[in-house]
T-cell receptor, first 111, second 112 residues
Framework: RKEVEQDPGPFNVPEGATVAFNCTYSNSASQSFFWYRQDCRKEPKLLMSVYSSGNEDGRFTAQLNRASQYISLLIRDSKLSDSATYLCVVSGGGGGNKLTFGTGTQLKVEL | DAGITQSPRHKVTETGTPVTLRCHQTENHRYMYWYRQDPGHGLRLIHYSYGVKDTDKGEVSDGYSVSRSKTEDFLLTLESATSSQTSVYFC???????????FGPGTRLTVT
């Protein structure tokens, strides 16, 4: 089983739609969780950290379910500029300084 | 954007030659990382550093070595490049263990 698993997509949605991505992780001791965004042929960029209480940043909402070991990202009112690959990222357990990256979910927002 | 640069940005080299990639940061972050990204595999950690002269292996370290003689520079060396090392290489920095990482623009390496 992969340490971090994501549906690769692509998710093709019309502009203005709401779309949700899920990610599961295998290490129950993981302590830090993030969503990154990666545009084609560019470096990954931090989108948001994911906290136990859930967090929201504008149109983006991230949630963590430790019991089921999954993380979600909800994008409301999708824009063309949201088209990218979204990477789920999980830290190692025990305070380790390594991050494990999922292979990403591709989102295409269309007119 | 975090002050991270990578050089070269593109390189084509022949099998068997040594190659060194450089990562330079101006953020004074303690942790630095080298990843490679290949289709179907996502980002995989090659080596990382937790301080000057302090480095450790990642999950795909065979054929690679690193050095960090200054806080701001982290070098990745392919000792004898092979075609399987054709990839996009990203450097990242982090202020804390397990914390957010910030990435450089990447180096596209082709080994012929």
């Amino acid at each position: 089983r992969k340490e971090v698993e994501q549906d690769p997509g692509p998710f093709n949605v019309p502009e203005g739609a709401t779309v949700a991505f899920n990610c599961t992780y295998s290490n129950s001791a993981s302590q830090s969780f993030f969503w990154y965004r990666q545009d084609c042929r560019k470096e990954p960029k931090l989108l948001m950290s994911v906290y136990s209480s859930g967090n929201e940043d504008g149109r983006f909402t991230a949630q963590l379910n430790r019991a089921s070991q999954y993380i979600s990202l909800l994008i409301r009112d999708s824009k063309l500029s949201d088209s990218a690959t979204y990477l789920c990222v999980v830290s190692g357990g025990g305070g380790g300084n390594k991050l494990t990256f999922g292979t990403g979910t591709q989102l295409k927002v269309e007119l | 954007d975090a002050g991270i640069t990578q050089s070269p940005r593109h390189k084509v080299t022949e099998t068997g030659t040594p190659v060194t990639l450089r990562c330079h940061q101006t953020e004074n972050h303690r942790y630095m990382y080298w990843y490679r990204q290949d289709p179907g595999h996502g980002l995989r950690l090659i080596h990382y550093s937790y301080g000057v002269k302090d480095t450790d292996k990642g999950e795909v370290s065979d054929g690679y070595s690193v050095s960090r003689s200054k806080t701001e520079d982290f070098l990745l060396t392919l000792e004898s490049a092979t075609s399987s090392q054709t990839s996009v290489y990203f450097c990242a920095i982090s202020l804390s263990a397990g914390g957010e990482q910030y990435f450089g623009p990447g180096t596209r390496l082709t080994v012929t």
